[in-house]
């Protein structure tokens, strides 16, 4: 091999390895533009998983309640019960008790989707309940979870907890019509 020859496949090589560089420069670019928008759209997906959520509390809660009153003789019953102290806090979806003769209480968890990390989550607000709720030592509590779905295991997993199970269903929405009500009729033909 010639010098000339040698030079220029040296020259050759530098201009590789700078479009070899130059590539990888636009790639780590492109994975760091790739990662902010997973990032994004975990955040967004999050935010559409606790609008969820929230939106299944609402739906249930007055079936919840009618349960609560009904089979369980509770007298007060607030949804979204939350308790903050030393900079801690915990949320309950519902907190149900009643006082004097009944004296006793109920926790409850809602669940668009119930899964095995429910479990975990009920658990734990169980076992710390009257760590939050002090003015409540001298009732008895219990525990129940309402899901719209969830798996075989995981509602097996519930009842082995001792917690009541609630699957908000079919009979969630009523028609309010009042009486007399004259619904508006559409047809092809009214122009």
């Known amino acids: 091999m010639s010098t000339a020859e040698l030079k220029q496949l040296i020259e050759a090589t530098a201009i590789s390895q700078r479009e070899t560089d130059q590539i990888v420069k636009e790639t780590a670019l492109q994975m760091k533009e790739t990662d902010r928008k997973l990032k994004e759209l975990g955040k967004q997906i999050g935010g559409l998983g606790n609008k ?18 009904a089979d369980f003789g509770m007298e007060a019953i607030t949804p979204r019960f939350a308790v903050e102290k030393g900079g801690e806090g915990e949320e309950y979806d519902v907190l149900a008790y009643s006082n004097g003769e009944t004296n006793k209480g109920m926790i409850v968890e809602v669940k668009s989707s119930l899964d095995l990390a429910t479990i975990k989550q009920m658990k734990r607000k169980m076992e710390n309940l009257f760590r939050w709720m002090p003015e409540h030592r001298g009732k008895e509590f219990q525990g129940m979870v309402a899901y719209v779905e969830g798996s075989a295991a995981a509602r097996q997993a519930v009842l082995a907890q001792g917690w009541h199970l609630v699957h908000v269903g079919e009979d969630l929405f009523e028609l309010k019509n009042p009486p007399g009500f004259v619904p508006k009729i559409y047809r092809a033909d009214a122009g």
């Open 52 to 69: 969820f959520g929230a939106f299944a509390e609402g739906l249930a809660f007055s079936s919840i309640a009618r349960i609560l009153r």
